[in-house]
């Protein structure tokens, strides 16, 4: 299995300014992704965070407002830039992992919960 | 991405079997079919996944219809732990997924 933390948990931001969210995961992963889980809803993709290039975005969301790195094949951050209350989500990073035997199966990190005000 | 469809909820009574239903009547041939679930205040934990067969693991049992457009999840003896949201959802396995609504479901003591 893959072991995935976030930093920070959770945090309470003024509209305006930008916070950034590390995904750290205890093996080399392929595919990682972010979603977003505004409260009472569904998960929705935000982007596919590739290694070495620019992620890959959904429908309806942007690089400006949610600019995304990752540098090597463990590590990877989003950033909400330029918060609204709008922003105030969950924001969630996952990976594949290949498991032994075959199977790819998708983890999830923990999550980080943010407040805009 | 294959659309699945779940009840939006369900209720058990603790300690009994609970069987939640899930429809993918476009499922294609190379479509896994998995189950997640997330907690309250918890990422999304994967549960059990199968492609034709049915398949147990520690946690729950998959039964998967002939046919492949439907699949069962069976919790065989539900707990006040198991009370969460249950999504059902097709991977081609290194593809982004569409997570439906999902089921929440709810255990009476």
């Known amino acids: 299995s893959a072991v995935i933390s976030q930093k920070p948990s959770r945090d309470i931001c003024q509209r305006g300014t930008s916070l950034t969210i590390q995904c750290q995961v205890d093996?080399?992963?392929?595919?990682m992704f972010w979603y977003r889980q505004q409260p009472g809803q569904s998960l929705t993709l935000i982007a596919t965070?590739?290694?070495?290039?620019?992620?890959?975005?959904e429908s309806g969301f942007v690089i400006d407002k949610f600019p995304i790195s990752r540098p090597n094949l463990t590590f990877s951050t989003l950033t909400v830039s330029n918060m609204s209350p709008e922003d105030s989500s969950i924001y969630l990073c996952?990976?594949?992992?290949?498991?032994?035997?075959?199977?790819?199966?998708?983890?999830f990190g923990p999550g980080t919960r943010l407040l805009v005000l | 991405d294959a659309k699945t469809t779940q009840p939006n909820s369900m209720e058990s009574n603790e300690e009994e079997p609970v069987h939640l239903p899930c429809n993918h009547s476009t499922i294609s041939g190379t479509d896994y079919i998995h189950w997640y679930r997330q907690l309250p205040s918890q990422g999304p934990e994967y549960v059990i996944h199968g492609l034709t067969s049915n398949v147990n693991n520690r946690m729950a049992s998959l039964a998967i219809a002939e046919d492949r457009k439907s699949s069962t999840l069976i919790l065989h003896r539900a707990t006040l732990r198991d009370a969460a949201v249950y999504y059902c959802?097709?991977?081609?396995?290194?593809?982004?997924?569409?997570f439906g609504t999902g089921t929440k479901l709810q255990v009476i003591p």
């Open positions: 965070a590739n290694q070495g290039s620019e992620a890959t975005y």
């Open positions: 996952s990976v594949y992992y290949l498991e032994t035997g075959g199977a790819e199966t998708q983890y």
């Open positions: 959802i097709l991977s081609r396995g290194y593809q982004k997924v569409t």
């Open positions: 093996s080399q992963v392929t595919m």
